[in-house]
């Protein structure tokens, strides 16, 4: 197993049993890529979607938030494109019985070339130090120049037999590349087959009035057939943004990554509606933006980076994914398209319905373009928790294993330890629990030694633990500790209110973002 592989099993294992995530339905057996938030689980969640939200609608005064069914009318997805293009190819190999997305297998084979001449580039940089030309070992040495050639070539092709629909050059590419099953080992592939990603359901109570309809599988439709509806009830002028968070369901063909593709999830999505032409200049705006909220938090730097889209969707004319390291290497975490008037001239078309805006300024109606930022939550939420999750020596030779998790987001912000269960310090205890629980999450702990309490506090990623002691009863003073640093300092009872406070204050965080 490798050290990534590693990682990421403690990610999952520590998750359930921290009350963060579990598959949902286990006492059955659990049912694939479909998860449960556990008690701490939905406080981080909440926590991120909150953050999310605040920095779209309260920041910006030209956003606004709504909520929009799931279950929408079944129009909407023909006009969408998703009925007829909303389909993955998919593989299977015969010895394993796995299946694959044919398109994912070709982008592994691709990601290993790049990792491969990653490590060329990186053994040249340690050899020559200070002097290293990196562009000009990339371009001149025999090997990386292979790898990444032969990278490039892979995806040109794959994204060119997709976009021309030819999936018998799809499985040809498959075996000319030798890509093997990652489980039997073997190139004992079936042919390439389109498969819909949208689950259908069906609405009303007689079978012949009953009406076919599918799970939405994204939010941002219930945007665009709103566009209208929200632009004159809050009379905004372009540029203006509609922002929703809501489940989204897609029937995922390979959904082995833990909360990184699940079947049922959650989307955080937000449509700027901009004059025609003037889309490319949102769409760098909102990639800039974008970051810098993900900066904000403080996962550090390195682990962000930009993939722009060669091979674009039916309805883009610009896109850029946020991709993020995960455990198991970088991957898409949020994307940002530039769609043009796609969606709204296409319900313009289905509906019969004008969907235009009046722009006072330029005395004439138009079809707005739109630029869409769009992150799952589900994946925002394994790229902190998995982040965060960190193990460490200290001074004494033994390991904490600590969820340092950004403050703002961490379930609990502090845990009320008294020293011992008698003396009257549960007492005091408790009367400082019952003052911070009204202005944050906080838990009362008196199980235990000390320590272990705060190794339990440090796995769970509670930021602050206060323990009152017999000098408590004196002097009114406690003890804080601080979970990242393990520092401790004392202070007066009444000033644990304030700082704590300051630290998990959302409106501080905010601030941070840079716009
Ligand atoms: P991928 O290429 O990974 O399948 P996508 O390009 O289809 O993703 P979008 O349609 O752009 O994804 O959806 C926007 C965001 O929704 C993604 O960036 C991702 O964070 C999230 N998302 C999409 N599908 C899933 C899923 N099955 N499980 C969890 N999150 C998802």
């Given at each position: 197993m490798t050290k990534q592989d590693n990682q990421f099993k403690k990610v999952i294992s520590h998750a359930k049993e921290y009350g963060y995530i579990v598959q949902s339905s286990e006492i059955y057996d659990g049912l694939g890529a479909v998860y449960d938030y556990l008690q701490n689980g939905v406080e981080l969640k909440n926590n991120i979607r909150e953050y999310w939200w605040k920095s779209m609608v309260q920041l910006h005064e030209n956003i606004v938030g709504i909520d929009s069914a799931?279950?929408?009318?079944?129009t909407t997805w023909k006009a969408s494109g998703h009925i007829d293009a909303f389909n993955d190819p998919l593989i299977d190999n015969?010895?394993?019985?796995k299946r694959y997305r044919a398109d994912v297998l070709v982008e592994d084979y691709a990601e290993k070339l790049l990792k491969k001449a990653q490590k060329e580039i990186d053994k040249a940089k340690k050899r020559f130090g200070?002097?290293?030309d990196e562009e000009q070992f990339k371009t001149t040495n025999p090997r990386v120049v292979k790898y990444l050639t032969q990278r490039k070539k892979a995806l040109q092709k794959i994204a060119q037999y997709l976009e021309e629909n030819n999936l018998e050059a799809v499985k040809t590419l498959i075996e000319e590349l030798e890509i093997a099953c990652p489980v039997s080992g073997s190139k004992n592939w079936t042919d390439v087959k389109q498969f819909n990603l949208m689950f259908g359901t069906k609405i009303g109570a007689s079978a012949d009035s009953a009406l076919d309809l599918y799970l939405r599988p994204e939010t941002a439709q219930g945007i665009f057939v709103n566009f209208l509806n929200v632009q004159k009830s809050s009379?905004?002028?372009?540029?203006f943004g509609i922002a929703q968070t809501g489940k989204a369901f897609r029937n995922e063909?390979?959904?082995?990554q833990f909360i990184f593709r699940m079947r049922e999830f959650e989307q955080m999505e937000m449509q700027f509606f901009v004059r025609p032409g003037e889309q490319i200049k949102w769409y760098k705006t909102w990639k800039e933006r974008r970051l810098a909220w993900h900066l904000s938090l403080g996962l550090?730097?390195?682990?962000y980076r930009f993939h722009k889209h060669e091979k674009l969707a039916h309805y883009a004319d610009a896109a850029a994914d946020i991709e993020f390291n995960f455990p198991f290497g970088f991957k898409e975490l949020e994307g940002i398209h530039s769609r043009t008037d796609f969606d709204l001239s296409s319900h313009e078309s289905h509906s019969g319905k004008k969907l235009q805006y009046f722009d006072p300024e330029l005395n004439k109606s138009y079809v707005p373009y739109v630029v869409e930022t769009s992150i799952g939550l589900d994946r925002m939420f394994l790229a902190v928790f998995s982040t965060s999750l960190q193990e460490e020596t200290l001074e004494n030779g033994s390991t904490r294993t600590v969820l340092r998790l950004p403050a703002i987001l961490a379930p609990v912000k502090v845990a009320i330890l008294p020293l011992v269960k008698k003396d009257g310090l549960p007492e005091i205890a408790h009367k400082i629990m019952a003052d911070l629980k009204i202005s944050f999450n906080a838990i009362y702990d008196e199980k235990d030694a000390v320590g272990r309490r705060y190794r339990r506090q440090d796995a769970v990623g509670t930021p602050f633990c206060i323990t009152i002691d017999h000098q408590t009863v004196e002097d009114k003073t406690v003890t804080l500790r601080y979970r990242d640093s393990m520092q401790q300092k004392r202070l007066k009872i009444q000033e644990i209110k304030a700082l704590i406070t300051d630290e998990v204050s959302m409106s501080n965080w905010l601030k941070k973002i840079k716009l």
């Open positions: 799931i279950f929408m009318h079944p015969k010895d394993s019985k200070e002097s290293f009379r905004m002028k372009i540029p063909i390979v959904a082995r550090g730097q390195e682990n």
